[in-house]
C-alpha cells in the first residue's frame, strides 16, 4: 500500500506521479491518498490574486513564481485510476466544517498551510506586507462571524490494482 495524506497537492504534473505510484505498486496493490482541494475557496483565490501584483509578482518570480494549483477535479482522478488499470476505486470530495474563533482564526488556519509557500519565497519584510494585503482583501468576502465556519475541502482517494 501507498499512503499519502497531505502531500500531493505541493507536486505538479499528477498523471505522471500516479503513473509512478502505480509503477511502484506490487499486483494488487492499494493507495489511499487525501490532498486538501480548497482552492476555489476565497482564502485561496485572494492568495492568488494578491501574489499576481507588484511587488510580490518580480519577488516570486525570482524565486519559482506564483503558486500554481496542480490539482485535477475529482472525477479527473477517477478518469486517471481507470486509466491506469486500477480495478477498483473511491473517490469522493469531503467538506470538513471547522469551527473557528473568528474569521481571523482563518487567517492563522492558512498561515499554516497555503501561506507557507509564500513565506518561504518572499523576504520577510516582503511577506509581512503581502500578509496584510491578503488580510485586508480576504475580510471584503469573509463575514465577521464568532464563531467563524470554516468549510475545507479535501479529496480522498483509494484504488487496488
Known amino acids: 500500500m501507498i499512503f499519502s495524506n497531505a502531500a500531493l497537492q505541493w507536486c505538479e504534473n499528477h498523471p505522471d506521479i500516479f503513473k509512478r505510484?502505480?509503477?511502484?505498486?506490487?499486483p494488487s496493490g492499494q493507495i489511499a491518498l487525501q490532498m486538501p482541494m480548497n482552492?476555489?475557496?476565497p482564502t485561496h483565490i485572494i492568495a492568488g490574486l494578491v501574489a499576481q501584483?507588484?511587488?510580490?509578482?518580480?519577488?516570486?518570480m525570482a524565486t519559482g513564481g506564483a503558486r500554481e494549483v496542480a490539482l485535477l477535479k475529482p472525477e479527473g482522478y477517477a478518469q486517471l485510476l481507470f486509466d491506469l488499470g486500477f480495478?477498483?476505486?473511491?473517490?469522493?470530495?469531503r467538506v470538513y466544517g471547522h469551527i473557528l474563533e473568528s474569521r481571523e482564526g482563518v487567517v492563522e488556519w492558512v498561515k499554516g498551510t497555503l501561506l507557507t509557500y509564500y513565506q518561504s519565497r518572499l523576504p520577510s519584510d516582503l511577506y509581512t506586507a503581502f500578509l496584510a494585503d491578503y488580510i485586508r482583501e480576504l475580510f471584503q468576502h469573509l463575514p465577521e462571524s464568532r464563531p467563524f465556519f470554516y468549510p475545507f475541502k479535501?479529496?480522498?482517494i483509494w484504488a487496488s490494482l
Open 154 to 156: 479535501r479529496v480522498l
Open 39 to 41: 482552492h476555489d475557496h
Open 21 to 26: 505510484i502505480k509503477a511502484a505498486l506490487k
Open 87 to 93: 480495478k477498483e476505486q473511491s473517490v469522493s470530495l
Open 53 to 60: 501584483r507588484e511587488p510580490y509578482a518580480s519577488a516570486l
